[in-house]
Nanobody, 116 residues
Framework: QVQVVESGGGLVQNGGSLRLTCVVS????????IQWARQAPGKQRELVASISSNGNIHTYSDAVKGRFSISRDNSNNTAFLQMNNLKPEDTANYLC?????????WGQGTQVTVSS
């Protein structure tokens, strides 16, 4: 019984910033890797960032490297995606997931729209 809920999306101008929040809840008693992905109409889901269970290792796709930053607060079962210098091509539904053993649990996502 794992729940993943994203929030923080919205409308932003080209060059603006947003901070997305991912709240993971349920019967979770250990730290687990967390990932952010995005999906736009007509495109496949794209992994954009991940963070290791202990928070020490961060990875980013080439498209967002240097602009996005992932972090986590395990005490509150929460992860974040700080998005800076947003571009119109970043427009997508952003989804969060948590990897627990052999399973991956995804949220429904939060919409990010970047205007020109």
């Amino acid at each position: 019984q794992v729940q993943v809920v994203e929030s923080g999306g919205g409308l932003v101008q080209n060059g603006g910033s947003l901070r997305l929040t991912c709240v993971v809840s349920g019967n979770i008693f250990n730290e687990h890797p967390i990932q952010w992905a995005r999906q736009a109409p007509g495109k496949q889901r794209e992994l954009v960032a991940s963070i290791s269970s202990n928070g020490n290792i961060h990875t980013y796709s080439d498209a967002v490297k240097g602009r996005f930053s992932i972090s986590r607060d395990n005490s509150n079962n929460t992860a974040f995606l700080q998005m800076n210098n947003l571009k119109p091509e970043d427009t997508a539904n952003y989804l969060c997931s948590v990897s627990i053993q052999t399973s991956v649990y995804w949220g429904q996502g939060t919409q990010v729209t970047v205007s020109s």
